[in-house]
T-cell receptor, first 115, second 111 residues
Framework: GAVVSQHPSRVICKSGTSVKIECRSL??????MFWYRQFPKQSLMLMAT?????????EQGVEKDKFLINHASLTLSTLTVTSAHPEDSSFYIC???????????FGSGTQLSVL | KQEVTQIPAALSVPEGENLVLNCSFT??????LQWFRQDPGKGLTSLLL?????REQTSGRLNASLDKSSGRSTLYIAASQPGDSATYLC??????????FGTGTSLTVIP
C-alpha cells in the first residue's frame, strides 16, 4: 500500500535554531501534501497545504515566515521551523493524497522539542 | 470553517463488547470522510474511507457509515479486543483533499 515517510521522527534543538522535517511519498506521486501539528491530547490542526511547484497555502494564524514549506518534487515536501522557540514544541505530521484512490496517508510524525 | 466533534471523548469497555464512536460536522456537505487510528506518540493509520458516492464502508470488525443529510458519521467496532485500544479520529473534506479532524475518541479495551 501507499506509504508516506517522514523524517526525523524526533528532534531536540536549542531555541533559535532551525529544524527541517521531510515528508516523502514512497510509491505514489503527491501533487498536494498537508502539514499538521498536534498538541498533547488535542486533535490535528492543519497548518498549510503544500502544492508541488508553487507556494504553500497557510491556514489563518500560521506564520509563513516561521514555517517554511517547500514542495520541490511530486514526492517530497519539507517543513522548516525557523528560529524555533519552546512554544513551537509539538508533534508535526505530514500527509499526502494518493490521487488514484483519494485516500489520505500520513507520515509517522515528528516530535519536536525546543529547549 | 468546518468543525468536527467526536463523542465520546473517552470510552472504556470490556473485551468482546461492540461499540460505536460518533462524529459530527458543522458543514454537512462532506465530500470524503475517513476514520483513522492513532497510537500514542505515533502517526495516523487509515482505517476506512467513505468517498463521495458512498455511504458505508466495512473492513473486518470495523464498519463506518456517513449520513450526509445530517453530517454525522459512526464507526462501529465489533467484538472489541485490547489491541483496539487507541485514539480514533474522524476527518472529513468538503472539496476533496483538505481534511478537517475531530478531537478524537480515546478507546480503552479492558482484557
Amino acid at each position: 500500500g501507499a506509504v508516506v515517510s517522514q523524517h526525523p521522527s524526533r528532534v531536540i534543538c536549542k531555541s533559535g535554531t532551525s529544524v527541517k522535517i521531510e515528508c516523502r511519498s514512497l510509491d505514489f506521486q503527491a501533487t498536494t501534501m498537508f502539514w499538521y501539528r498536534q498538541f498533547p491530547k488535542q486533535s490535528l490542526m492543519l497548518m498549510a497545504t503544500s502544492n508541488e511547484g508553487s507556494k504553500a497555502t497557510y491556514e489563518q494564524g500560521v506564520e509563513k515566515d516561521k514555517f517554511l514549506i517547500n514542495h520541490a518534487s511530486l514526492t517530497l515536501s519539507t517543513l522548516t521551523v525557523t528560529s524555533a522557540h519552546p512554544e513551537d514544541s509539538s508533534f508535526y505530521i505530514c500527509s499526502a493524497v494518493d490521487g488514484t484512490n483519494e485516500k489520505l496517508f500520513f507520515g509517522s510524525g515528528t516530535q519536536l522539542s525546543v529547549l | 470553517k468546518q468543525e468536527v466533534t467526536q463523542i465520546p471523548a473517552a470510552l472504556s469497555v470490556p473485551e468482546g463488547e461492540n461499540l460505536v464512536l460518533n462524529c459530527s460536522f458543522t458543514d454537512s456537505a462532506i465530500y470524503n470522510l475517513q476514520w483513522f487510528r492513532q497510537d500514542p506518540g505515533k502517526g495516523l493509520t487509515s482505517l476506512l474511507l467513505i468517498q463521495s458516492s458512498q455511504r458505508e464502508q466495512t473492513s473486518g470488525r470495523l464498519n463506518a457509515s456517513l449520513d450526509k443529510s445530517s453530517g454525522r458519521s459512526t464507526l462501529y467496532i465489533a467484538a472489541s479486543q485490547p489491541g483496539d485500544s487507541a485514539t480514533y479520529l474522524c476527518a472529513g473534506s468538503n472539496t476533496g483533499n483538505q481534511f478537517y479532524f475531530g478531537t478524537g475518541t480515546s478507546l480503552t479495551v479492558i482484557p
